[in-house]
């Protein structure tokens, strides 16, 4: 979708373009304008900058995605997750 077309959605639902509209009937707290300006930071790839700031606060680089879902087991965390009962 367009810029244009977004506004318009939003308008139609209710969400403000900034923060002295009215987010008494806005689906969510949340302005248009900061949403769509966030968005063409995505599609504009102001995002895609690699950093260094987890290897310089941890002391280590961080894991792949796909390290974890082959390691999944080391990283699950106890009763959030689903327990299978036992047949007796």
Do not use: C, W
């Not at 979708?1 to 923060?19: I, Q």
């Amino acid at each position: 979708m367009t810029d244009d077309e977004l506004y318009a959605y939003f308008d139609s639902v209710g969400v403000p373009r900034d923060t002295n509209g009215d987010f008494s009937k806005s689906p969510i707290q949340a302005t248009s304008e900061g949403m769509i300006t966030f968005g063409t930071t995505v599609t504009q790839s102001y995002l895609d900058v690699p950093v260094s700031d987890f290897a310089s606060l941890t002391g280590r680089l961080p894991l792949s995605i796909e390290y974890i879902f082959d390691h999944v087991d080391e990283y699950l965390l106890g009763d959030r997750h689903r327990k299978t009962s036992q047949s007796t």
